[in-house]
Every structure is written in C-alpha cells, then in structure tokens.
C-alpha cells in the first residue's frame, strides 16, 4: 500500500503553516549548504525542522506465543498489531513499550531485548520494538483494541497485520526464535 493510500493526507496535515516563534506564515526554501527544502520564517529566521516522531513497542512472548490486539481505531482500524504508540514527554522508550502493553492489553511485561528499530519515511515514524516477557497471560482489549489473541508463529494473521513494521518485526522475531 502507498503511503498516500495509508495515511491520506495524514503526513502533510503536520506540517507547518506558520511560525511558532512569530507567527508568520513559513516558506519552503533550500537553505545554504543544505541539501533539501525546509520550513522558513522570513520575519524571524527561524527554521522549522519536520523530524520523525518516535514510537516504541512491545511484542509481548508467553509460552512461544505472541499477543497481538485488532485495532478498534484508525488508521488501519480491524488490523492486526502488537501494542505501541508514541513516546510521551517525560519517559523513555522503554517506558512508554510497558505503558502500551498495560493500556492497550492491560498486561504488565518485563522487556527482554530489542527486536528491531524500524522507520517509515511517509509518516515520519521511527519504531523501537523489544520483546517482553509476560508472566499473567490475562490480557483484555483497551480502549484502543477490538480484540486480543495469542497466536504461535504458524498461526500469525500475516496478510491482516496493521503495517509494514509491523510485519518486519513479527518477522524478526519469528527469525530470531527459529534460530
């Protein structure tokens, strides 16, 4: 799928209109010495960097299995995922992959390893995704998740997962764990 399929105009609706210091509105100009246009203010001088917004994820493991959750919410609302989302100002990675798995699932987990970093340039998104331990399998939908299911690696929902991350890091661990 294009990332204008996915996102729609999802990726453009971020990006800046006026300036945050002054409030004019931004030009988009090739600065000198840099190799690509940016965000501009011509009354202030100000430039408006775009930068990726950072995620950070869990695949939680219990007895070989992985949780995954359906999304209940766009984008890609009824596909599959593991619990994740953005890192929120005050925590670190780490973190925000155990506060995921606590909202979305409702399960704590003890983080065994980085999987993968993973990024997507149309959204702007850069992907932390560890493995975690979960010692109480009782897993429940957050408000963000129609459903949860454990799945062994044979049985994962390959062609309904949420995005390409997702699947490489499914795949990675499914790697890993085979080795």
Same mark, same amino acid.
């Given at each position: &799928?294009?990332?204008? =399929?996915? !996102?729609?105009?999802? %990726?453009?609706?971020?990006?800046?209109?006026?300036?945050? $210091?002054? =409030?004019?509105?931004?030009? #988009?100009?090739?600065?000198?010495?840099?190799?690509?246009?940016? !965000?501009?203010?011509?009354?202030?001088?100000?430039?408006?960097?775009?930068?990726?917004?950072?995620?950070? $994820?869990? #695949?939680?493991?219990?007895?070989?299995?992985? #949780?995954?959750?359906?999304?209940?919410?766009?984008?890609?609302?009824?596909?599959? *995922?593991?619990?994740?989302?953005?890192?929120?100002?005050?925590?670190?990675?780490?973190?925000?992959? &155990?506060?995921?798995?606590?909202?979305? *699932?409702?399960?704590?987990?003890?983080?065994?390893?980085?999987?993968?970093?993973?990024?997507?340039?149309?959204?702007? *998104?850069?992907?932390? *995704?560890?493995?975690?331990?979960? %010692?109480?399998?009782? %897993?429940?939908?957050?408000?963000?998740?129609?459903?949860?299911?454990?799945?062994?690696?044979?049985?994962?929902?390959?062609?309904? #997962?949420?995005?390409?991350?997702?699947?490489?890091?499914?795949?990675?661990?499914? $790697?890993?764990?085979?080795?």
């Amino acid at each position: &799928m294009t990332e204008e =399929g996915f !996102h729609g105009s999802y %990726a453009s609706a971020r990006l800046p209109q006026y300036c945050s $210091a002054c =409030g004019h509105p931004l030009q #988009l100009v090739r600065p000198h010495g840099e190799e690509r246009e940016r !965000h501009w203010c011509a009354a202030c001088g100000r430039i408006h960097y775009v930068n990726p917004t950072p995620v950070a $994820a869990v #695949l939680p493991v219990h007895e070989g299995r992985v #949780l995954l959750l359906r999304r209940a919410i766009a984008p890609r609302a009824g596909t599959w *995922v593991f619990p994740g989302g953005f890192i929120e100002w005050g925590e670190t990675a780490e973190q925000a992959a &155990m506060r995921e798995a606590r909202e979305e *699932v409702g399960i704590d987990v003890t983080l065994a390893g980085v999987i993968g970093v993973y990024s997507r340039p149309g959204p702007g *998104v850069i992907i932390a *995704v560890w493995q975690g331990a979960v %010692a109480v399998p009782s %897993a429940r939908p957050g408000p963000e998740a129609s459903e949860v299911v454990w799945f062994s690696p044979e049985d994962i929902p390959w062609d309904d #997962l949420a995005f390409d991350t997702t699947e490489q890091a499914l795949r990675d661990w499914v $790697a890993r764990r085979d080795r």
